[in-house]
């Protein structure tokens, strides 16, 4: 299973974006998922999941209250509504798919190629 990861892009400070991810190819069950970031010169790190149901959502702290996980109607589809930006913000984001393990810890199966977002100051 491939996945897409789209929406990204540049936006000032306090602005919103919102990304989307979608599965290449048929799926089998519904996926945990989440998405993940990589900023320049750091380590990935979880952003966002979302269970198989739609429940189970997760932040990272320092998200929490600025971004919204959700799913989409089709099959393994999700979004991230990204709010009130920040330049650290910046960064390449990935979803991921079929979670092994912890859903922050970024064992999952399947992963999109990733959408920068640049958040100016």
């Known amino acids: 299973v491939q996945l897409q990861a789209s929406g990204g892009g540049l936006v000032q400070t306090g602005g919103s974006l919102r990304l989307s991810c979608a599965p290449f190819?048929?799926?089998?069950?519904?996926?945990?998922m989440a998405w993940f970031r990589r900023a320049p010169g750091k380590e990935r790190e979880f952003v966002a999941a979302?269970?198989?149901?739609?429940?189970?959502?997760l932040y990272a702290e320092s998200v929490k209250g600025r971004f919204t996980i959700s799913r989409g109607s089709a099959k393994n589809t999700i979004y991230l509504v990204m709010s009130n930006l920040k330049p650290a913000d910046t960064a390449v984001y990935y979803c991921?798919?079929?979670?092994?393990?912890?859903?922050?810890?970024?064992?999952?199966?399947?992963w999109g190629q990733g959408t920068l977002v640049t958040v100016s100051s």
């Open positions: 991921a798919a079929l979670r092994r393990g912890s859903p922050t810890s970024g064992g999952y199966d399947y």
């Open positions: 190819g048929r799926t089998f069950g519904d996926y945990d």
């Open positions: 979302i269970g198989g149901s739609g429940s189970g959502l």
